[in-house]
C-alpha cells in the first residue's frame, strides 16, 4: 500500500483512506491517483494515463481532467499552490508529494467487502476446494452449487475462486446468464468468459488455442480477427454445425488446460441458454483427461419456473456420476454470531443480538447483511473510540426492522436521494449492468451528472458496484454499474409502476437502438426484449429477427428458430395490416433454417405457411418468393410438388405487372421442370428467353438458387463455359442463413459440370476437401460421396465406385436430421448403376440388366435431380449388357429408347454416347453404312462440345470401325484422337493419384494405348 501525508492508497478495495476514514473517490478518478501515485516524481503525459488505463478504448482526453479536479478536491489541493499534483501544462502531471510504502493494516470499514467475511461455510468451500484438486489430476469436475437468491452461491464461488487464483498459473473465468435476453443468446455465458480469458495477461494463448482448434469461435470475436485472415476463417467454418462448436471449445479448453488448469465458473444458470446446456453436458461428459473444473451456480425454484432443461441436464449427470451439487443451506445462528464478531471486531455485543438477526433473516446472509447494514446506518451501532456498541437496548430496536428482505431493500432505497433513486430506477429497468450513458438519455440527463450520481453510490458500497469504462458507439466512454445483488434491482424494478416501467423499457430500446453497425446486431436481443416490456410488440419483432442472425453465426439453428417461434407468438398484438408480412417473413426465415438444418419436410411445412398466409393477404411478391422457396426442400423429398408449387408462382406472377419478377419466377419454374422432370424443348426456349428477358431488364440481382439452377441446365446444354462461371460466382456468398446451402448447391454444380468436361481430379479433389470439411463439422458428406462415386464410374473404378456407394447405403443417419429416403433414392441410383457396370465387367449381364431395370422404372426408383439423365445412363447400361449377352434385338430395342430419349434432351454428352451405341450394335451387325452413319453422328457432336468423356469413347468405336474396313489410316487417326482425350481425362488427376493408374490400365483404356495387344480383337470385343 502506498502512503502519502496522511493517505494511503488501498490497491486491493480499491479506496483512499484518510486515518481511519474511508474517502470516497469514484473508480476511475481513483485509478488516475493511483498511476499518479505509483509513477511520482516525474512528468505523466495525458497520452500515458489513457494508454495505461483505457488501451482498447477511446476515452475523451478532457475526462482526465475531470479527474484530476475531483482527486485534487478529496485531497484538499489547490491548483495553484499544489502539494500533491502539479499541472505541467500543456504536457501532463506530476505527483510532487512524498510516496512510501506503507504495511500495516487498514482498519476495515464495516460495509466493505462482504464477501472476504464469509461465515459458515467451511465445508461446501472444502468440498470445492477437494473437487479442483481432482482436477488437478487431470480428473475434469462438474459442480452445481444450489441455493435461494441471497443463500451466498456467489459469495462461496467468489471465496472459492480467490482460493484458487492465489495458487498462480490457474487460469479463472467466469460467464454470467442474464435475466430476461440471456437465454435467446446462445453461449452467452461462454462467451462471456472466454472475452475475459482472452483479455486476461495470458489471453495470447487462449487467442491462439482458438485459432488452432476452435476458429467456430474465434469467429466470433471479431476484434481478435485480422481483416485479411476473416476470409479464410470464414472459410474454415463453413458449414460448422453445433456439434462442431460444442466439440470445438472443448478440445481447446482440454489443451489449454494441459499447460494451466483452468476454472470456469458460470453465474445464474438458471436463465441459461440452451446451447450453453449442450456445451457444459459435452464439457461433463468427455473422457479426455482434462486440469479444469467448471463451476456452476443456479437457483432451484426459478429452474422450475423457467421450464429450463437445466434440471433434466444436471439429473443425467448425477446418474452418470459426472457431476456434483452443493445445496446451500441457511446460516445457522453460530453462523450469524460468528458474522457479528468478524464484523465488530473488539465490541461488546449482547448476545441477544445474534438471535434477534437470525430470527429476523431466518439465516438467509442477503437479509442478514443489510439488517446489520440498516442497524449501522441507523447508528443503533456505533464505533465509540475503536469499539463497536449498541446506542440503544436491544428491545425496542426490534419493532423497527423491516419483516421481509424486500421491505429491508425498499427501505434502503428510500433512504436514497431523489436524483439517485431516478437513476436507480432508470438503472433497474435497464438491467443487471446498465451505462450510464444509456440511464442519463432515459432521464434526459447530462451523462456527467448520472456518472457522478452513481459513482458516489458505488463509492458509498450502496446498492451499485463500477465495473469499469466501456467503449460506446459514439466513440466516448462510459462508466458501467451493476447492481450489488440482482435482487436490489428486482426490488427497485418492482416499485416502478407498469406504466412508467414500460415507458422507461421503451426509452431504453430507443436508446440502444440508436447504435449503428454490427453492434446494433450483437444489441439485437437486449433491445427486442425492452420493446416487447414496453409493449411495443412491431420493433420487438424486428429486433429479435435481427437477434435471431446471431444464432444463426453461432450455428445454433435450434435457438434460431426458437427465437423466430417467440417472435411469431407475438405478431397477434400487433396492428393488423403489419402482421401479415412481418409472419411471412419470419416463416420464410423458419423454412431456411430448416433447410439448414436438414429438416427439409419442416422445412417445406414452414415455406408452405408462408406462402399461403401471403397468400390471404394478398402479398403476391412474398407469395411468389415463398412458393419459390419451396422447391428447394420439395427438390430433395418430393420433386413433383417442388414443380407444382414453382407452377402456382408462375400463375400468381401472370396475374402481376411486374415483368421482372415474371422473368425470374419463369425461369426458375422452366429450370425445375427440365431438371427434376424431364427435358422439354419448350421448356428450354422459355428457361433462356427468361433470362434474356432478365439481361435486358438489367436485373443484377437474380436470386443465387435461381441462378445456379439456370446453371445447371446450361450444363445439361453442352454450355459448360457460362455454367461453370455462374457456379463459381454462387459458391463464395458466406454469410447469410441460407448461404451454406447455396454454396453447397454451387459448389455440387461446379462438380458436375467438371464431370462433364472430363475435369475428374479436380472433382476428385472437391470431393476430398469437402469430404475432410464434413468429418470437422461432424456432417455426413453424402453428397460428395456420390460425386466420389459418380467420377470413379467415368474412371471406369466400378468396383470402387459400387463400394463407395455401398457405405452410402449403409450410413444409418443419411441425411443430418432425418430425410434418409431422399437420399437413400439417389444413392440406390447411382449404386445400381455402378454395381451395373461392375457385374458387365464380370460377366453378370444379367444381374447388371437387374440393376439397371431398377434404376429406369419410376415404381422403384422415384424421381429425383436429374433422374432422367440416370436413367439414360442405365438404358445405356442395358443395351450395353445385351451386346454383350450377343442378344442384339434386345441391345437394339434399349439402344433405340436411349438415343430415342438422348435426342429429346439437349445433352451432348448423352447424345453422343447414343450414337456411339447404335455405332456398335450397327458394327457387331456387320452393317457398315449405319454404323459409319451413327459414328459420324456421334463424332460431329464431339467436335463442337467440350466432351471428352464421351469423346475417347467415340473416338474408340471409329478406331474398331475403320480397322474393320481395313482403312488403318483413318483407323489410326482414331485411336490417337482417343488417346488424346484419354490423357487429357488422366491428367486432370494429381500425379501418383491412384485412380489414374486405374483408368489407365481399364480394359477399354488400355487396348488404346497399347492397340498391338489388341490385334484380332477388332470385331468381337
Ligand atoms: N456465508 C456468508 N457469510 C457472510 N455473508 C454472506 C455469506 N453468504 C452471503 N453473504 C452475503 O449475502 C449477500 C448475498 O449473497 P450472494 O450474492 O452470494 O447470494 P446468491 O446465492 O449468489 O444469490 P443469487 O441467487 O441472487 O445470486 C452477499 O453479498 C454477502 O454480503
Ligand atoms: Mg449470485
Not at 53 to 64: A, K, S
Not at 325 to 333: G, N, Q, S
Given at each position: 500500500?502506498?502512503?502519502?501525508?496522511?493517505f494511503?492508497?488501498?490497491?486491493?478495495?480499491?479506496?483512499l483512506?484518510?486515518?481511519?476514514?474511508?474517502?470516497?473517490?469514484?473508480?476511475?478518478?481513483?485509478?488516475?491517483?493511483?498511476?499518479?501515485?505509483?509513477?511520482?516524481?516525474?512528468?505523466?503525459t495525458q497520452?500515458?494515463?489513457?494508454e495505461a488505463?483505457?488501451?482498447?478504448?477511446?476515452?475523451?482526453?478532457?475526462?482526465?481532467k475531470?479527474?484530476?479536479?475531483?482527486?485534487?478536491?478529496?485531497?484538499?489541493?489547490?491548483?495553484?499552490?499544489?502539494?500533491?499534483?502539479?499541472t505541467?501544462?500543456?504536457r501532463?502531471?506530476?505527483?510532487?508529494?512524498?510516496?512510501t510504502?506503507?504495511?500495516?493494516?487498514v482498519?476495515?470499514?464495516?460495509?466493505?467487502?462482504y464477501?472476504?467475511?464469509?461465515?459458515?461455510?467451511?465445508?461446501p468451500?472444502?468440498?470445492?476446494?477437494?473437487?479442483f484438486?481432482?482436477?488437478?489430476?487431470?480428473?475434469?469436475?462438474?459442480?452445481?452449487?444450489?441455493?435461494?437468491?441471497?443463500?451466498?452461491?456467489t459469495?462461496l464461488?467468489?471465496?472459492?475462486?480467490r482460493?484458487?487464483?492465489?495458487?498462480?498459473?490457474?487460469?479463472?473465468?467466469?460467464?454470467?446468464?442474464?435475466?430476461?435476453?440471456?437465454?435467446?443468446?446462445p453461449?452467452?455465458p461462454?462467451?462471456?468468459?472466454l472475452?475475459?480469458?482472452?483479455?486476461?495477461?495470458n489471453?495470447?494463448a487462449?487467442?491462439?488455442?482458438?485459432?488452432?482448434?476452435?476458429?467456430?469461435?474465434?469467429?466470433?470475436?471479431?476484434?481478435l480477427?485480422?481483416?485479411?485472415?476473416?476470409?479464410?476463417?470464414?472459410r474454415?467454418?463453413?458449414?460448422a454445425?453445433?456439434?462442431?462448436?460444442?466439440?470445438?471449445?472443448?478440445?481447446?479448453?482440454?489443451?489449454?488446460?494441459?499447460?494451466?488448469?483452468?476454472?470456469?465458473?458460470?453465474?445464474?444458470?438458471?436463465?441459461?441458454d440452451?446451447?450453453?446446456?449442450?456445451?457444459?453436458?459435452?464439457?461433463?461428459r468427455?473422457?479426455?483427461?482434462?486440469?479444469?473444473?467448471?463451476?456452476?451456480?443456479?437457483?432451484?425454484?426459478d429452474?422450475?419456473?423457467?421450464?429450463?432443461?437445466?434440471?433434466?441436464?444436471k439429473?443425467?449427470?448425477?446418474?452418470?456420476?459426472?457431476?456434483s451439487?452443493?445445496?446451500?443451506?441457511?446460516?445457522?445462528?453460530p453462523?450469524?454470531?460468528?458474522?457479528l464478531?468478524t464484523?465488530?471486531?473488539?465490541?461488546?455485543?449482547?448476545?441477544?443480538?445474534?438471535?434477534?438477526?437470525?430470527?429476523?433473516?431466518?439465516?438467509?446472509?442477503?437479509?442478514?447483511v443489510?439488517?446489520?447494514?440498516?442497524?449501522?446506518?441507523?447508528?443503533?451501532?456505533?464505533?465509540?473510540?475503536?469499539?463497536?456498541?449498541?446506542?440503544?437496548?436491544?428491545?425496542?430496536?426490534?419493532?423497527?426492522?423491516?419483516?421481509?428482505?424486500?421491505q429491508?431493500?425498499?427501505?434502503?432505497?428510500?433512504?436514497?436521494?431523489?436524483?439517485?433513486?431516478?437513476?436507480l430506477?432508470?438503472?433497474?429497468?435497464?438491467?443487471?449492468?446498465?451505462?450510464?450513458?444509456?440511464?442519463?438519455?432515459?432521464?434526459e440527463?447530462?451523462?456527467?451528472?448520472?456518472?457522478?450520481?452513481?459513482?458516489?453510490l458505488?463509492a458509498?458500497q450502496?446498492?451499485?458496484?463500477a465495473?469499469?469504462?466501456?467503449?460506446?458507439?459514439?466513440?466516448?466512454?462510459a462508466?458501467?454499474?451493476?447492481?450489488?445483488?440482482?435482487?436490489?434491482?428486482?426490488?427497485?424494478?418492482?416499485?416502478?409502476a407498469p406504466?412508467?416501467?414500460?415507458?422507461?423499457h421503451?426509452?431504453?430500446?430507443?436508446?440502444?437502438?440508436?447504435?449503428?453497425?454490427?453492434?446494433?446486431?450483437q444489441?439485437?436481443?437486449?433491445?427486442a426484449?425492452?420493446?416487447?416490456?414496453?409493449?411495443?410488440?412491431?420493433?420487438?419483432?424486428?429486433?429479435?429477427?435481427?437477434?435471431?442472425?446471431?444464432a444463426a453465426?453461432?450455428?445454433a439453428?435450434?435457438?434460431?428458430?426458437?427465437?423466430?417461434?417467440?417472435?411469431?407468438?407475438?405478431?397477434?398484438?400487433?396492428?393488423?395490416?403489419?402482421?401479415a408480412?412481418?409472419?411471412?417473413?419470419?416463416?420464410?426465415?423458419?423454412?431456411?433454417?430448416?433447410?439448414?438444418?436438414?429438416?427439409?419436410?419442416?422445412?417445406?411445412?414452414?415455406?408452405e405457411?408462408?406462402?399461403?398466409?401471403?397468400g390471404?393477404?394478398?402479398?403476391?411478391t412474398?407469395?411468389?418468393?415463398?412458393?419459390?422457396?419451396?422447391?428447394?426442400?420439395?427438390?430433395?423429398?418430393?420433386?413433383?410438388r417442388?414443380?407444382?408449387?414453382?407452377?402456382r408462382a408462375?400463375?400468381?406472377?401472370?396475374?402481376?405487372?411486374?415483368?421482372?419478377?415474371?422473368?425470374?419466377?419463369?425461369?426458375?419454374?422452366?429450370?425445375?421442370r427440365?431438371?427434376?422432370?424431364?427435358?422439354?424443348?419448350?421448356?428450354?426456349?422459355?428457361?433462356?428467353?427468361?433470362?434474356?428477358?432478365?439481361?435486358?431488364?438489367g436485373?443484377t440481382?437474380?436470386?443465387?438458387?435461381?441462378?445456379?439452377?439456370?446453371?445447371?441446365?446450361?450444363?445439361?446444354?453442352?454450355?459448360?463455359?457460362?455454367?461453370?462461371?455462374?457456379?463459381?460466382?454462387?459458391?463464395?456468398?458466406l454469410?447469410?442463413?441460407?448461404?451454406?446451402m447455396?454454396?453447397?448447391?454451387?459448389?455440387?454444380?461446379?462438380?458436375v459440370?467438371?464431370?462433364?468436361v472430363g475435369?475428374?481430379?479436380?472433382?476428385l479433389q472437391?470431393?476430398r476437401?469437402?469430404?475432410?470439411?464434413?468429418?470437422?463439422?461432424?456432417?455426413?458428406?453424402?453428397?460428395?460421396?456420390?460425386?466420389?462415386?459418380?467420377?470413379?464410374?467415368?474412371?471406369?473404378?466400378?468396383?470402387?465406385?459400387?463400394?463407395?456407394?455401398?457405405?452410402?447405403?449403409?450410413?444409418?443417419?443419411?441425411?443430418?436430421?432425418?430425410?434418409?429416403?431422399?437420399?437413400?433414392?439417389?444413392?440406390?441410383?447411382?449404386?445400381?448403376?455402378?454395381?451395373?457396370?461392375?457385374?458387365?465387367?464380370?460377366?453378370?449381364?444379367?444381374?447388371?440388366?437387374?440393376f439397371?431395370?431398377?434404376v429406369?422404372?419410376?415404381?422403384?426408383?422415384?424421381?429425383?435431380?436429374l433422374?432422367?439423365?440416370?436413367?439414360m445412363?442405365?438404358q445405356?447400361?442395358?443395351s450395353?449388357?445385351w451386346?454383350?449377352l450377343?442378344?442384339?434385338?434386345?441391345?437394339?430395342?434399349?439402344?433405340d429408347?436411349?438415343?430415342?430419349?438422348?435426342?429429346e434432351?439437349?445433352?451432348?454428352?448423352?447424345?453422343?454416347?447414343?450414337?456411339?451405341?447404335?455405332a456398335?450394335?450397327?458394327?457387331?451387325?456387320?452393317?457398315?453404312?449405319?454404323?459409319?452413319?451413327?459414328?459420324?453422328?456421334?463424332?460431329?457432336i464431339?467436335?463442337?462440345?467440350?466432351?471428352?468423356?464421351a469423346?475417347?469413347?467415340v473416338?474408340?468405336?471409329?478406331?474398331?470401325?475403320?480397322?474393320?474396313?481395313?482403312e488403318?489410316?483413318?483407323?489410326?487417326?482414331?485411336?490417337?484422337a482417343?488417346?488424346?482425350?484419354?490423357?487429357?481425362i488422366?491428367?486432370?488427376?494429381a500425379?501418383?493419384?491412384p485412380?489414374?493408374?486405374?483408368?489407365?490400365?481399364?480394359?477399354?483404356?488400355?487396348?488404346?494405348?497399347?492397340?498391338?495387344?489388341?490385334?484380332g480383337h477388332?470385331?468381337?470385343?
Open positions: 500500500m502506498k502512503a502519502f501525508r496522511s494511503r492508497l488501498d490497491p486491493v478495495n480499491q479506496c483512506w484518510r486515518g481511519e476514514q474511508r474517502v470516497a473517490l469514484t473508480p476511475k478518478a481513483f485509478d488516475v491517483l493511483r498511476y499518479l501515485v505509483e509513477h511520482p516524481g516525474r512528468l505523466v497520452d500515458e494515463i489513457l488505463l483505457w488501451p482498447e478504448t477511446y476515452v475523451n482526453p478532457e475526462l482526465i475531470k479527474y484530476i479536479l475531483g482527486i485534487r478536491k478529496v485531497l484538499g489541493d489547490q491548483q495553484d499552490k499544489p502539494v500533491y499534483i502539479e505541467l501544462p500543456k501532463g502531471y506530476q505527483f510532487i508529494a512524498p510516496v510504502d506503507h504495511i500495516a493494516e482498519p476495515q470499514d464495516p460495509s466493505s467487502d464477501t472476504s467475511k464469509m461465515v459458515g461455510r467451511a465445508g468451500l472444502g468440498e470445492l476446494q477437494a473437487a484438486k481432482k482436477a488437478l489430476g487431470g480428473q475434469r469436475q462438474v459442480i452445481f452449487v444450489a441455493g435461494e437468491p441471497g443463500i451466498g452461491k459469495t464461488v467468489d471465496s472459492f475462486h482460493h484458487v487464483s492465489r495458487q498462480g498459473n490457474v487460469r479463472t473465468a467466469r460467464g454470467q446468464c442474464v435475466e430476461g435476453f440471456g437465454g435467446k443468446e453461449y452467452y461462454m462467451l462471456d468468459a472475452g475475459h480469458l482472452t483479455r486476461s495477461p489471453g495470447g487462449i487467442v491462439q488455442a482458438l485459432a488452432k482448434r476452435a476458429p467456430t469461435w474465434l469467429i466470433q470475436f471479431p476484434s480477427v485480422k481483416p485479411e485472415q476473416r476470409e479464410a476463417l470464414q474454415e467454418i463453413l458449414g454445425t453445433r456439434e462442431r462448436m460444442v466439440r470445438e471449445i472443448c478440445e481447446a479448453l482440454e489443451s489449454v488446460s494441459s499447460e494451466a488448469p483452468i476454472l470456469l465458473v458460470f453465474e445464474d444458470l438458471h436463465w441459461v440452451p446451447s450453453t446446456l449442450d456445451l457444459i453436458s459435452a464439457l461433463a468427455r473422457r479426455e483427461q482434462a486440469k479444469f473444473m467448471v463451476v456452476c451456480t443456479y437457483r432451484p425454484v429452474v422450475i419456473l423457467s421450464n429450463s432443461k437445466l434440471k433434466g441436464l439429473q443425467d449427470l448425477e446418474v452418470h456420476n459426472l457431476c451439487e452443493i445445496a446451500l443451506e441457511r446460516l445457522p445462528e453462523a450469524v454470531a460468528e458474522y464478531a464484523e465488530f471486531p473488539n465490541a461488546s455485543l449482547p448476545p441477544g443480538l445474534a438471535n434477534l438477526i437470525y430470527r429476523h433473516s431466518d439465516g438467509n446472509p442477503l437479509f442478514m443489510a439488517i446489520v447494514q440498516d442497524i449501522i446506518k441507523k447508528g443503533l451501532i456505533a464505533n465509540h473510540k475503536g469499539e463497536w456498541t449498541l446506542t440503544k437496548p436491544l428491545e425496542p430496536m426490534d419493532p423497527g426492522v423491516p419483516q421481509s428482505l424486500q429491508m431493500l425498499e427501505v434502503q432505497f428510500e433512504r436514497l436521494t431523489a436524483p439517485e433513486q431516478r437513476a430506477e432508470a438503472g433497474s429497468v435497464v438491467g443487471e449492468h446498465f451505462s450510464a450513458w444509456v440511464v442519463a438519455s432515459v432521464l440527463e447530462e451523462p456527467d451528472r448520472i456518472e457522478d450520481l452513481c459513482d458516489g458505488a458509498r450502496q446498492v451499485i458496484n465495473i469499469g469504462t466501456q467503449e460506446l458507439p459514439h466513440a466516448l466512454a462508466a458501467h454499474y451493476d447492481f450489488r445483488h440482482s435482487l436490489y434491482r428486482q426490488a427497485i424494478y418492482r416499485r416502478i406504466g412508467k416501467r414500460a415507458r422507461l421503451r426509452a431504453v430500446a430507443e436508446r440502444l437502438k440508436t447504435v449503428g453497425g454490427p453492434r446494433q446486431r444489441l439485437a436481443s437486449e433491445i426484449f425492452h420493446f416487447e416490456s414496453g409493449g411495443e410488440y412491431e420493433q420487438a419483432i424486428r429486433f429479435l429477427i435481427l437477434a435471431a442472425e446471431n453465426a453461432r450455428f439453428y435450434r435457438d434460431y428458430i426458437q427465437v423466430l417461434q417467440h417472435a411469431l407468438g407475438l405478431i397477434h398484438k400487433i396492428e393488423a395490416h403489419l402482421q408480412e412481418l409472419e411471412v417473413q419470419i416463416l420464410e426465415f423458419i423454412g431456411d433454417a430448416h433447410y439448414a438444418l436438414g429438416a427439409m419436410a419442416e422445412s417445406a411445412a414452414a415455406y405457411s408462408a406462402a399461403s398466409r401471403a390471404q393477404a394478398g402479398f403476391k412474398a407469395q411468389v418468393n415463398a412458393l419459390g422457396c419451396l422447391v428447394r426442400p420439395f427438390g430433395l423429398i418430393d420433386p413433383d417442388g414443380i407444382a408449387a414453382i407452377g408462375v400463375e400468381v406472377t401472370q396475374s402481376m405487372q411486374d415483368p421482372l419478377l415474371l422473368a425470374r419466377t419463369q425461369m426458375l419454374a422452366a429450370s425445375c427440365l431438371l427434376y422432370d424431364c427435358w422439354r424443348e419448350q421448356d428450354a426456349v422459355l428457361c433462356a428467353s427468361a433470362h434474356q428477358q432478365l439481361k435486358e431488364l436485373d440481382d437474380i436470386p443465387p438458387f435461381h441462378n445456379m439452377m439456370y446453371a445447371y441446365v446450361q450444363t445439361f446444354q453442352g454450355n459448360y463455359v457460362e455454367a461453370f462461371e455462374i457456379f463459381e460466382r454462387g459458391i463464395p456468398k454469410n447469410q442463413t441460407t448461404s451454406l447455396e454454396h453447397f448447391f454451387g459448389l455440387s454444380g461446379k462438380t459440370t467438371l464431370l462433364r475435369r475428374l481430379g479436380e472433382v472437391i470431393v476437401h469437402a469430404k475432410e470439411m464434413a468429418e470437422k463439422n461432424g456432417n455426413d458428406p453424402w453428397l460428395f460421396n456420390f460425386r466420389e462415386a459418380w467420377v470413379r464410374m467415368l474412371a471406369l473404378d466400378f468396383e470402387g465406385s459400387a463400394r463407395v456407394c455401398d457405405s452410402i447405403l449403409q450410413m444409418k443417419t443419411l441425411y443430418q436430421v432425418g430425410q434418409p429416403q431422399t437420399i437413400g433414392r439417389i444413392a440406390r441410383g447411382y449404386a445400381a448403376i455402378a454395381a451395373g457396370f461392375t457385374e458387365l465387367d464380370r460377366g453378370h449381364y444379367n444381374r447388371a440388366i437387374e439397371f431395370n431398377g429406369r422404372h419410376p415404381s422403384i426408383t422415384p424421381k429425383f435431380f433422374h432422367w439423365a440416370w436413367r445412363t442405365a445405356l447400361g442395358m450395353e449388357a451386346l454383350q450377343k442378344d442384339m434385338g434386345k441391345a437394339s430395342v434399349e439402344a429408347a436411349f438415343l430415342h430419349s438422348a435426342l434432351t439437349a445433352d451432348p454428352h448423352l447424345q453422343a454416347l447414343a450414337w456411339e451405341v447404335q456398335r450394335i450397327a458394327l457387331s451387325n456387320e452393317d457398315w453404312t449405319r454404323s459409319k452413319d451413327c459414328i459420324h453422328k456421334a463424332l460431329e464431339v467436335r463442337v462440345f467440350e466432351v471428352p468423356i469423346a475417347w469413347q473416338h474408340a468405336t471409329a478406331w474398331r470401325l475403320y480397322r474393320c474396313k481395313q488403318h489410316g483413318a483407323a489410326e487417326s482414331h485411336r490417337q482417343a488417346e488424346e482425350y484419354i490423357f487429357k488422366a491428367n486432370s488427376f500425379h501418383g493419384e485412380l489414374r493408374e486405374m483408368f489407365l490400365s481399364a480394359g477399354p483404356v488400355a487396348r488404346i494405348l497399347n492397340p498391338s495387344g489388341d490385334i477388332a470385331a468381337d470385343d
